[in-house]
């Protein structure tokens, strides 16, 4: 079979399902192959529960808010973060499937900017936002998401001038299930770095990446470990969707290190995560498309050309991709 007869074969696994909405979409939480969120611009909420039908939530007092990322802890624990200048950036919660919503969180800096979060486990979760007085914010919760506050002690390395996080698919921040490491990725400034940490965000160190910023559009994007060691980074230019630079970095040390791993010749990312239930899988997505690699990514091939800003996955058979215009698509994998 030539290459492009596969990447035919490949891309018409993406069947696009109504969302009934028309706002740009970028936060996306996948459970199974039934139950999925998805959240967006203008207050915009979504829910699947049978995998194939969305509906519209409302979140009181959240009409106009930029709900960036979800996190489906549960099929009715649900916690919901939007980003935007000082008290824009809230988070909200719900016990009920999305039936009824609490505000249990509001940025208390006025200059502050959540960028993403992301939970360990049912109890235990992080969020993070753009530099406050020269430092990343980053705040933890240990109660599900009912209250959250800056860890004890807590450590971080000084911002550089430009540097900040991309609010763009929910992946600029990523946790390591049944450990208590995260790491974040920031663009913006001359270089892009990676920040990590062991002890679930009390302390950081960063790397500095072959992915050239130098622009408040550029830098990576995503980002996603498939164990304690391997992870990948994704990224480019927001504002140029064909970009022409480096758009992909792997490491094999935890971080420490990264290496060149190019996802396309040209192309903006900006969600990388990996495939639940596999060991070497991960997908890539952005406005270029998507791709996927079995190998780490090592090496990628093309999976779609669809325009998107997010992606998840429920196994290797079924995920969704979500982006502009309300766009939803679901991922099932085809017969072999």
Not at 7 to 32: F, I, K, N
Not at 62 to 84: H, I, N, Q, Y
Not at 212 to 234: C, E, I, Q, T, Y
Request: glycine letters at 14%; a negative charge; charged letters at 15%.
């Amino acid at each position: 079979m030539n290459a492009l007869l596969l990447a035919a074969m490949l891309a018409a696994a993406w069947v696009p399902q109504s969302s009934g909405s028309t706002a740009e979409l970028r936060g996306l939480s996948v459970l199974d192959a039934k139950h999925a969120w998805a959240s967006g611009a203008g207050g915009a909420v979504l829910r699947t529960t049978d995998g194939e039908h969305w509906e519209k939530l409302t979140v009181p007092g959240g009409e106009a808010l930029d709900f960036r990322d979800v996190e489906a802890l549960d099929a009715k624990t649900v916690v919901l973060m939007s980003a935007g200048p000082g008290d824009a950036s809230r988070i909200y919660r719900s016990t009920d499937g999305g039936s009824t919503w609490k505000l249990v969180h509001t940025n208390p800096d006025k200059d502050g900017f959540y960028d993403a979060i992301a939970f360990w486990d049912a109890q235990n979760g992080i969020v993070m936002g753009d530099p406050v007085s020269q430092f990343f914010a980053v705040r933890v919760t240990h109660d599900g998401g009912q209250t959250w506050a800056a860890p004890e002690g807590l450590v971080l390395p000084q911002a550089l001038e430009g540097e900040g996080a991309f609010a763009a698919s929910g992946t600029c921040l990523a946790v390591l299930n049944g450990t208590d490491y995260a790491w974040f990725v920031t663009g913006g400034a001359k270089v892009s770095r990676v920040f990590r940490t062991h002890n679930r965000g009390q302390s950081w160190n960063s790397s500095i990446t072959p992915i050239v910023a130098g622009n408040p559009s550029s830098g990576l994007f995503a980002v996603a470990f498939l164990d304690a060691k391997r992870g990948f980074s994704a990224g480019g230019d927001y504002k140029q969707p064909q970009y022409a630079g480096l758009n992909g970095v792997r490491t094999e040390d935890g971080g420490r290190t990264w290496v060149a791993a190019p996802i396309s010749a040209t192309g903006f990312m900006s969600a990388v995560v990996a495939i639940p239930g596999t060991t070497n899988d991960l997908v890539a997505a952005g406005l270029a498309g998507e791709a996927i690699s079995h190998d780490g990514g090592r090496t990628w091939s093309p999976i779609g050309d669809h325009p998107v800003n997010a992606v998840a996955f429920a196994d290797s058979q079924t995920g969704w991709a979500v982006g502009p215009k309300g766009t939803i698509l679901k991922f099932s994998a085809p017969a072999r």
